[in-house]
């Protein structure tokens, strides 16, 4: 049984069933199989905006079929064409926020699957990891809108999966009504989320 970071093997793959297994604090995410330490607890620009972001996307899917989940989340990506079992699992994420539509992809343990729309508010330290390896494994795996909020810069780049490739639709500052693109009706107001 693994009860401390430091007995994992860093140069290792493992899998979703070794990571049920640990039995330690600190959080951990899962990247094709190799282990990424999550940045130290969020600063407060970061848990407000968060909690703002959250806000306005319960209010709007009151009453829709649709769930809101704000980190610690697991969200477990899995190839859909091989309906992966616990074993097979390599990518196990904690997103800042996810948003899941279709309902059978929720179990007690999270999401097994790809949210619908997932935002990541990028931290010192995790810029890399948020702008690079998520991205590409966003992609890969179908999230249909991805958004990357800066807390420093104040701006929003949002991505839209089309043809199975994100496309940068825009980049918004604060003070710009954001437009959400899985749901027509819908703008998150960018200066009461960087107030």
Known sequence: MITDINQLDFNKQYTY???LSWK??????LIRGWIKRMSPSPLKKHQLI?????I????YLRGKDCNIFAAPFDVRLINIRKKEIDQAILSVV??????????EKLDDRGCLGSPDWIIEILSPGNSKKEMKEKYALYE????????IVSPEYLFVQVHHLINDKFMLSDTYFEGDNIPVGIFKDFFIDSEKMFA
Do not use: K
């Open 94 to 103: 904690q997103p800042d926020i996810s948003i899941i539509c279709d309902l």
């Open 140 to 147: 890969e795996n179908g999230v249909r809108e991805y958004w």
């Open 17 to 19: 069933a070794d990571y």
């Open 50 to 54: 968060s909690m703002e972001l959250s």
């Open 56 to 59: 306005q996307i319960g209010i």
């Open 24 to 29: 330690f604090d600190e959080r951990v995410e």
